[in-house]
């Protein structure tokens, strides 16, 4: 039978040629452990490893048992040809790539002859995958009997076909690293698949050339073992969560399509977002529709009612419902989704007492009284493609003590949805503006006018387990009067800085840090007017502590508050500071 056909004989039949592997180009690799042809064309392999791996995405496909009926006449020219493929036991895995491939798998390539590649060419026909037992994708596992079918076309280093591809996974469970996330009822998937290599040394992009259809029912049982695979990013982990979803996509070139959807629903489910947990009755509507300007993709996501928990169960937001509102022009498989809106509707929330928040503040000021109520709005903007959600917290009267002096005033902020995110299990604030309106400062000796101020927080991170909120604060003052509190003791303000205590519009920044330690300030720079203050501020219970350099026109004074005792240091001053500021950094 020629030259093809001896070697062929010796590859499968002699032990040196055993345990194998067959280097299929673009990143595929085929490795058998055991094979023999009894006779020609008909031959029989055992322990047969199929991988594919790309930058992104790597596959593994492990089989017990495969009978081909091989086309000799092709084999003459080079090229595999089969009338039929049969493959059992069949387990397919598909994730992050490995790092290094197994030892048994970097194993010699299939021989040449004459400087020619042994077989050019691959056509398999009528593929036939029985007893498919198990399948792993993103971090899921699914087991029980399925099947595939169809015919694949392979050109190494060059391209690959799928076609009448048709794979089937019957009901079986679930899980997550073994633990159980649900039951699927079934899944089907029909398709095909043309990829092409651009230029040498690439790996074939394969999303990029399916287009298929996907049908999936899936009912949920618990989503904690979802939660804690590695393989699923923090921003969504529950603890409970019942339910059923359904699933149905359209591939276009790896790119969902019009007619995709997703639909599903449950009962309480409880998401962990950073430091916060999310819990509410659930349900989800998604699909892609084809519009004026191509097609594009919605998901919304529904709570109701809405139930927000610190850490130990800490209730900290109740409100009747949250909806929130995704678009994306496109959803390209493999890729990163850039989304084009997000809409986040919260509906007014039950007020919120605010001495819950003694966690953070006990440290350094006391919350007395007051409660907040948490809404969100549409800003609309003159260009109406800029339309966006912000959540809005606005309390009442809030009555507070810090040290020996009294606070009463008002507080809004105002979140900016889209810029909302997790970083390191803890929430990102950065953007988020701060009004505090109306705040009277009153202590021993002294009651200046109500101050406001308005605040940019930038660089912000919450956590609530352990609590803590740091960020850098940038603003204005309509006066000196958060320093009043601060530098007044059991005797009140010192006189040399009483014009403290008369309106004068500052421009502020400083670092903040508010944690069970305490606040503290750090970088603190407020001037305004003939008044500027540099300087740190800490505060711990009734306790506060700060090192400040006061300028009032041209009179230039120290201040040390230590355990709420206030000294002044008039000789030298500016010396005095960079010394005192250099210890503390030390």
Avoid: Y
């Avoid at 009901?171 to 029909?190: F, N, Y």
């Avoid at 092409?196 to 790996?203: K, T």
């Avoid at 509102?325 to 084009?340: M, Y």
């Avoid at 009153?442 to 912000?460: F, G, I, K, M, Q």
């Amino acid at each position: 039978m020629g030259t093809s056909l001896l070697l062929t004989h010796l590859l499968l039949n002699f032990g040196a040629f055993t345990d194998r592997s067959i280097p299929l180009g673009g990143g595929a690799e085929m490795h058998w452990k055991r094979g023999w042809m009894l006779w020609p064309g008909r031959v029989h392999l055992r322990g047969v490893v199929l991988t594919h791996a790309t930058g992104a995405l790597a596959c593994r496909s492990d089989v017990e048992k495969v009978r081909v009926d091989v086309s000799l006449a092709a084999l003459l020219d080079r090229r595999l040809e089969t009338r039929g493929v049969l493959a059992q036991d069949v387990r397919v895995e598909c994730g992050a790539p490995r790092v290094e491939a197994r030892e048994s798998e970097r194993t010699g390539a299939l021989p040449s002859v004459g400087g020619r590649p042994l077989l050019e060419s691959f056509q398999l026909r009528g593929v036939q995958v029985l007893a498919l037992r198990e399948v792993t994708a993103a971090g899921l596992t699914w087991r029980g009997e399925g099947s595939a079918e169809g015919s694949i076309g392979l050109v190494p280093l060059k391209e690959l076909h799928l076609t009448q591809a048709r794979a089937r996974l019957g009901p079986g469970p679930i899980s997550a690293d073994d633990a159980s996330v649900g039951q699927l009822r079934e899944a089907v998937v029909d398709g095909t698949v043309t990829a092409r290599m651009e230029s040498p040394g690439e790996a074939l992009d394969i999303l990029g050339g399916t287009d298929a259809q996907l049908r999936l029912s899936v009912e949920l049982t618990s989503l904690q073992a979802l939660a804690e695979t590695e393989r699923v990013p923090p921003t969504a982990a529950s603890a409970r969560g019942q339910g059923q979803l359904d699933v149905q996509l359209q591939l276009r070139k790896g790119t969902l399509a019009p007619g995709s959807r997703v639909s599903g629903a449950g009962r309480a489910l409880a998401l962990r977002l950073g430091p916060l947990t999310v819990a509410g009755a659930w349900e989800v509507r998604g699909e892609v529709e084809q519009g004026t300007n191509g097609a594009s993709s919605h998901v919304s996501a529904r709570l109701e009612p809405l139930r927000v928990t610190g850490g130990r169960g800490l209730l900290l937001l109740q409100a009747p419902r949250a909806v929130l509102e995704l678009e994306a022009p496109t959803v390209r498989l493999g890729k990163a989704t850039e989304l084009s809106r997000v809409h986040l509707e919260v509906a007014p929330s039950s007020p919120v007492d605010l001495r819950l928040l003694q966690r953070w503040t006990g440290q350094s000021f006391e919350v007395l009284s007051g409660t907040a109520t948490v809404r969100s709005t549409t800003v609309k903007p003159a260009r109406a493609e800029d339309v966006f959600s912000r959540i809005d917290v606005a309390t009442g009267p809030v009555s507070a003590r810090w040290g020996p002096a009294n606070l009463e005033g008002r507080a809004k902020a105002q979140l900016d949805v889209r810029r909302l995110a997790l970083q390191r299990g803890a929430l990102v604030l950065s953007g988020t503006e701060v009004t505090l309106g109306d705040v009277a400062v009153r202590t021993v000796n002294a009651a200046p006018p109500p101050w406001s101020a308005s605040l940019r927080l930038s660089d912000a991170t919450l956590r609530v387990e352990p609590p803590r909120l740091q960020a850098r604060l940038e603003g204005r003052l309509t006066d000196a009067g958060p320093f009043v509190a601060l530098v007044a003791d059991e005797r009140g303000v010192p006189r040399v800085l009483a014009p403290l205590l008369k309106p004068d519009d500052l421009t502020f920044k400083a670092t903040l840090m508010l944690d069970e330690e305490g606040l503290r300030l750090t970088g603190l720079d407020a001037h305004g007017g003939t008044v500027r203050l540099r300087g740190e501020v800490a505060g711990r219970g009734e306790l506060a502590s700060a090192v400040l350099l006061v300028h009032l026109g041209p009179f230039t004074a120290g201040v040390e508050v230590e355990r709420n005792h206030t000294r002044l240091h008039l000789w030298r001053p500016e010396r005095w500071f960079e010394q005192r500021m250099g210890v503390m950094h030390e």
